[in-house]
């Protein structure tokens, strides 16, 4: 017998999700509008959501401000080697915990999932002086090294992993197989998925980020596009169509990294058992 409620239900359901979905993007929509209006048009009162005239010399005028281009560089070479080596670790270190037993390591795990419990913010002066120490300060691995570990990722990947079978592992060892070539082998290829979802979670944090860039780089050669963004913002007054302009390219990598990943992404975390 079919309920006689359910088409109301799925007619309710799509309203409230149609709804949402105009809450969450019109930030996107009013964002990029503005970023083709003049100084003027983008205050005035009432707002318009279309431009009287649209005005892409922003885009070019950006450029005066600070070399955005630049900072885009260097933005990705750190957003893109900071997932890749993200993901690296967290994959071996998930593998670790979720498939090979050795003494105390549900105790380490809790452990280690305590330094999540830390604010980066109490770490980062004394992270500071070990970099200065190190001669990192103003290099590409001072930017990089203290985004390769995530206690979040290890987490996420784990729980993945140990939805894998133990009997597949157990019979390529048989087989002679090293944890190497079974990491390599049967655990990446089976969490396609869960590695996905962390590399979005891992590159929109690495891209996003701004208080280390700014604490570990005083070189404008080894600025990241955050940084370039803040400088738009003036005591006094704001172009807010320029800094819109410059919001709508930062989001232009992320929108692409999300756009080729996304069918990865529901899956990933259903499967590693995360909930939102």
Same mark, same amino acid.
């Given at each position: 017998?079919?309920?006689?409620?359910?088409?109301?239900?799925?007619?309710?359901?799509?309203?409230? !999700?149609?709804?949402?979905?105009?809450?969450?993007?019109?930030?996107?929509?009013?964002?990029?509008?503005?970023?083709?209006?003049?100084?003027?048009?983008?205050?005035?009162?009432?707002?318009?959501?279309?431009?009287?005239?649209?005005? /892409?010399?922003?885009?070019?005028?950006?450029?005066?401000?600070?070399?955005?281009?630049?900072?885009?560089?260097?933005?990705?070479?750190?957003?893109?080697?900071?997932?890749?080596?993200?993901?690296?670790?967290?994959?071996?270190?998930?593998?670790?915990?979720?498939?090979?037993?050795?003494?105390?390591?549900?105790?380490?795990?809790?452990?280690?999932?305590?330094?999540?419990?830390?604010?980066?913010?109490?770490?980062?002066?004394?992270?500071?002086?070990? /970099?200065?120490?190190?001669?990192?300060?103003?290099?590409?691995?001072?930017?990089?090294?203290?985004?390769?570990?995530?206690?979040?990722?290890?987490?996420?990947?784990?729980?993945?992993?140990?939805?894998?079978?133990?009997?597949?592992?157990?019979?390529?060892?048989?087989?002679?197989?090293?944890?190497?070539?079974?990491?390599?082998?049967?655990?990446?290829? !089976?969490?396609?998925?869960?590695?996905?979802?962390?590399?979005? /979670?891992? /590159?929109?944090?690495?891209?996003?980020?701004?208080?280390?860039? !700014?604490?570990?780089?005083?070189?404008?050669?080894?600025?990241?596009?955050?940084?370039?963004?803040?400088?738009?913002?003036?005591?006094?007054?704001?172009?807010?169509?320029?800094?819109?302009?410059?919001?709508?390219?930062?989001?232009?990598?992320?929108?692409?990294?999300?756009?080729?990943?996304?069918?990865?992404?529901?899956?990933?975390?259903?499967?590693?058992?995360?909930?939102?």
């Amino acid at each position: 017998m079919t309920d006689k409620s359910t088409p109301f239900k799925n007619i309710v359901s799509h309203a409230i !999700l149609i709804v949402a979905a105009i809450v969450l993007m019109f930030p996107f929509v009013w964002m990029l509008s503005g970023s083709f209006k003049d100084s003027l048009e983008v205050v005035r009162m009432p707002p318009s959501l279309i431009p009287d005239t649209f005005r /892409f010399d922003n885009y070019v005028e950006i450029t005066k401000y600070f070399p955005i281009y630049r900072f885009l560089g260097n933005s990705m070479i750190v957003a893109v080697i900071t997932t890749i080596a993200q993901v690296i670790v967290c994959a071996m270190a998930a593998f670790v915990f979720a498939k090979i037993s050795f003494k105390g390591r549900e105790a380490l795990f809790v452990l280690y999932l305590v330094t999540m419990m830390i604010p980066m913010q109490v770490t980062m002066t004394p992270l500071f002086i070990v /970099f200065q120490k190190l001669n990192l300060i103003n290099t590409y691995p001072g930017l990089i090294l203290p985004g390769i570990f995530s206690a979040y990722g290890t987490f996420l990947l784990r729980q993945h992993i140990m939805t894998i079978p133990d009997p597949l592992i157990e019979a390529a060892r048989m087989d002679g197989a090293s944890y190497g070539r079974v990491f390599s082998s049967i655990i990446l290829p !089976l969490s396609k998925p869960s590695l996905a979802t962390l590399s979005i /979670f891992a /590159f929109m944090a690495s891209w996003n980020n701004f208080l280390w860039p !700014l604490i570990v780089t005083s070189d404008k050669e080894l600025m990241t596009l955050p940084i370039g963004l803040s400088k738009l913002q003036g005591r006094w007054a704001t172009e807010w169509n320029i800094l819109m302009a410059g919001n709508v390219i930062s989001f232009i990598p992320i929108f692409i990294v999300f756009l080729f990943a996304s069918r990865y992404f529901i899956k990933g975390m259903t499967m590693s058992g995360v909930k939102g």
